[in-house]
T-cell receptor, first 116, second 115 residues
Framework: GNSVTQMEGPVTLSEEAFLTINCTYT??????LFWYVQYPGEGLQLLLK?????DKGSNKGFEATYRKETTSFHLEKGSVQVSDSAVYFC???????????????FGGGTRVLVKP | DADVTQTPRNRITKTGKRIMLECSQT?????MYWYRQDPGLGLRLIYY???????NKGEISDGYSVSRQAQAKFSLSLESAIPNQTALYFC??????????????FGPGTRLTVL
């Protein structure tokens, strides 16, 4: 079955530091990959996505590249801000289920705390 | 106004009680989902619905039931709540024409505590 593994947190950083959150996956078929972010007290919102190998998703200074050879989708940001403090979830959607809808499989989430 | 709303936002109940969590959306999406979030486990799918007449079990449906009253409304029920159902519950919607790459839009969540 499908699974997503991401590094456990919490990750504590100083403002302007470089952030990397590792994510690896196992899936049948050809998954699309997502990063969702959950700010305190809110629901999840899409941060970025990639639909095929070598695609790079980017948004709000965050980037992630779909690496089929290493089954990875690591999230990076060059200079974090206090406002980036949140929980980040890696997820996949397997295209085998295309006709059956977009069922997402989530990783466990990584809490990031950015200090001033 | 929020596109996906959930009520209540917080609920404390006792073991054995019946509880209903409600979700409404104004996005016009046919597909709706219920997830639960537990620390370190991410989100796990409870039920999903492709339209009013199409409801499917997710990976952890035992102890839960759902009702799709209209395109815009999808309710989750706990028939007899137990303490290990204490969790954060999220409703989500998606666009059926987005294929396998469609984005899911989440509500703010309901924090449920079963004593």
């Amino acid at each position: 079955g499908n699974s997503v593994t991401q590094m456990e947190g919490p990750v504590t950083l100083s403002e302007e530091a470089f952030l990397t959150i590792n994510c690896t996956y196992t899936a049948t078929g050809y998954p699309s990959l997502f990063w969702y972010v959950q700010y305190p007290g809110e629901g999840l919102q899409l941060l970025l996505k990639a639909t095929k190998a070598d695609d790079k998703g980017s948004n709000k200074g965050f980037e992630a590249t779909y690496r089929k050879e290493t089954t990875s989708f690591h999230l990076e940001k060059g200079s974090v801000q206090v406002s980036d403090s949140a929980v980040y979830f890696c997820a996949l959607s397997d295209r085998i289920f295309k006709a059956a809808g977009n069922k997402l499989t989530f990783g466990g989430g990584t809490r990031v705390l950015v200090k001033p | 106004d929020a596109d996906v709303t959930q009520t209540p936002r917080n609920r404390i109940t006792k073991t054995g009680k019946r509880i209903m969590l409600e979700c409404s959306q104004t996005k016009g999406h046919d597909r709706m989902y219920w997830y639960r979030q537990d620390p370190g486990l991410g989100l796990r799918l409870i039920y999903y619905s492709f339209d009013v007449k199409d409801i499917n079990k997710g990976e952890i449906s035992d102890g839960y039931s759902v009702s799709r009253q209209a395109q815009a409304k999808f309710s989750l029920s706990l028939e007899s709540a137990i303490p290990n159902q204490t969790a954060l519950y999220f409703c989500a919607t998606s666009d059926p024409y987005g294929g396998s790459t469609d984005t899911q839009y989440f509500g703010p969540g309901t924090r449920l505590t079963v004593l």
